[in-house]
């Protein structure tokens, strides 16, 4: 199989050549500020050109980029003073999601968020961000806690889908992922969610219940993932680009569907990039839709979730044209 | 009475479930039995009882008194919000879909009684598209809930199903998050949803509102689970063990309160209901 990030290629030549004259003035001391930032400029608009026509398959290889910043990242860049929480206090602490408490911009929250690991040790512990039935179960704990404490919820998404194995099928997989979204339907204070980068399917959802619904521009959010449904359909798993378009799984087609409320735009370049330029650029976005959550009252809230959701849904009624849900 | 009121209702219906002929093979003991006799007894095989899969028209019959039933939502059809093709199109699919099981999508909701109570039932169709959940069956079932909600009555759901519908893609799962929101503000008003899992419910079903009753039945040896058994095996290469993702599995590792055969359990049902409904 081929690289599946040729596509960067190109940026990757001339982040090559940048580097190189960077090494050579500080090595030689002869002043190459000129050339640099002339490469510079055709790097940046290379990567607007290239960006701009991203494939959905691209989009959701970007998502999965061994470098996209994780939830422990956005901990680091986004919020001060966490204190992490751990353990469902039933079986154990699954560490595919984290839970912690920090301060966004000065306001307390709750931070619940999937983890796929950076290395080899930790992408093992954290099982590669499949979680466990304990996972979801440590995340609605804590859910509980910002509740009867009203901290807002930030639930950041990024999982390849709920872990498919014997033991979590034999702990309740099914029943874990269900309790979770209904209890985050009703759940009596805010909660914004985004999904970071892989947004797989149920698992996904198993955290991913709302107020709002945030999703960065180079993540994806589906029903199955792209292989799957090539496989399915095709039965043919290298159909994953055709699969991943006819999905419709991008930030700007589910915003177009109204399930999404804003792409939250990523640094040139991708959110691997520049984790900290993009921990800044969500930290804004969650700062504005929490101000616009917490004018609300609660029962108003909850009341704007459940239509948010109620709404999503197209059919035809007896001879008449496709009509949205109420 | 019942009996011979199903045997009307299903004339040339379901030809996937028992096949044609007069005989029938068991998959479960191998014998070949006649295949009146399996109809008469609620399509259960009557040497061993095996559950053959059953239509949701059926189901209803079985379970709803006679002349208590009205359908609700019956004209409701899928549209094509993705503008989804596979080969052929989804509206292609669904017409095909609709011809061959005379029904409009995967699940029919309505209010009836059931042994002398008023509930809304909601039984999924195995037969249309696997029974998947899309826009319809999402909104259906909410709007059974909703109705449920507002007239303080029981809601039971009988679910067959492979999970969430790819062809409606991401609006198709949030669907699960649409139906357990519906459930959540029927149970704050205090209102009873039994749950029946039968023969197959899995995934993005079984992970939402089939997995949220107050009371969770399955019938016998019935699949039930989250990921498919050979999904696991693929992707982790783990052995499964003897009678995995089966109702009885589910029952030992405490995911559900009883397994009820097909036979009894409109009577255990309407026993549930009695301790749990106050009108
Ligand atoms: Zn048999």
Not at chain 1, 31 to 56: H, I, M, N
Not at chain 1, 195 to 214: P, T, Y
Not at chain 1, 300 to 305: A, G, K, V
Request: charged share 25%; proline share 4%.
């Amino acid at each position: 199989m081929s690289n599946p990030f040729d596509f960067l290629e190109p940026l990757v030549k001339l982040e090559e050549k940048i580097t190189e004259l960077e090494t050579l003035a500080s090595s030689t001391g002869v002043d190459t500020t000129r050339e640099v930032g002339s490469l510079r400029e055709t790097w940046a608009g290379e990567s607007r050109r290239l960006f701009a026509g991203l494939t959905p398959w691209q989009r959701v290889m970007l998502a999965r980029h061994p470098l996209r910043p994780q939830s422990s990242d956005y901990v680091d860049h986004m919020l001060d003073d966490f204190v992490p929480l751990a353990g469902d206090r039933r079986f154990g602490d699954d560490e595919a999601i984290i839970t912690g408490m920090g301060r966004l911009g000065g306001i307390p929250v709750m931070l619940v968020g999937q983890q796929k690991g950076k290395d080899v040790h930790e992408r093992k512990r954290c099982n590669f961000g499949m979680p466990h039935p304990e996972g979801y179960r440590k995340a609605m704990a804590k859910m509980r806690v910002a509740e009867k404490f009203n901290l807002p919820v930030i639930a950041l998404v990024n999982t390849p889908g709920a872990f498919p194995g014997v033991e979590a099928e034999e702990r309740g997989q099914s029943i874990a992922i269900a309790e979770n979204i209904r209890d985050m339907s009703n759940l009596r204070t805010p909660i914004i969610v985004v999904v970071i980068g892989e947004g797989g399917s149920g698992g996904a959802l198993g955290i991913g219940v709302g107020d709002r619904i945030l999703m960065l521009q180079n993540s994806y959010f589906s029903v199955i993932s792209p292989e799957g449904c090539a496989a399915i359909l095709w039965k043919d798993g290298s159909k994953r680009d055709l699969a991943a378009e006819r999905l419709k799984l991008t930030a700007g087609e589910l915003a177009r569907f109204g399930i999404v409320d804003e792409a939250v735009e990523e640094p040139a370049g991708g959110a691997h990039r520049q984790p900290a330029v993009m921990a800044g650029l969500l930290k804004d976005a969650l700062l504005k839709h929490l101000r616009e959550l917490q004018a609300l009252t609660m029962d108003e809230l909850l009341e704007r979730r459940y239509r948010k959701y109620r709404a999503i849904g197209q059919f035809i009624e007896s001879a008449g044209a496709a009509t949205a849900a109420r | 009475m019942v009996l011979d009121r199903l045997r009307r209702a299903n004339t040339g219906r379901d030809p996937k479930k028992i096949p044609d002929g007069l005989w029938v093979k068991c998959p479960s003991c191998a014998k070949t039995v006649f295949k009146r006799l399996v109809e008469e007894r609620l399509d259960t095989c009557p040497e061993c009882n095996h559950h053959f899969r059953m239509s949701a028209r059926k189901r209803i019959a079985a379970l709803i008194d006679d002349g208590t039933w009205q359908e609700w939502d019956a004209d409701m059809s899928s549209a094509d919000p993705l503008g989804f093709v596979d080969g052929k199109g989804y509206p292609e699919r669904i017409a095909q879909q609709q011809a061959k099981t005379g029904l409009k999508d995967a699940v029919i909701c309505g209010g009836g009684k059931l042994a002398g109570h008023s509930i809304g039932l909601g039984v999924s169709a195995f037969d249309f598209n696997g029974g998947s959940m899309g826009s319809v069956v999402g909104e259906k079932l909410t709007r059974l809930v909703e109705r449920c909600t507002a007239a303080r009555m029981p809601v039971i759901i009988v679910s067959a199903s492979g999970g969430a519908r790819m062809q409606e893609g991401l609006i198709s799962l949030m669907q699960m998050a649409k139906t357990s929101a519906a459930l959540a503000r029927h149970a704050e008003k205090r209102q009873l949803f039994i749950s029946v899992l039968t023969d197959p419910t899995m995934a993005g079903v079984m992970a939402s509102y089939a997995s949220l009753g107050d009371v969770i039945v399955a019938e016998p040896k019935a699949m039930i689970g989250f990921t498919g058994a050979r999904v696991i095996q693929e992707t982790i290469k783990q052995e499964l063990p003897e009678g995995f993702q089966t109702s009885e599995f589910l029952h030992k590792y405490g995911q559900i309160d009883l397994i009820a055969t097909r036979q009894e359990m409109k009577a255990e049902l309407a026993r549930i209901v009695s301790y749990l409904h106050h009108a």
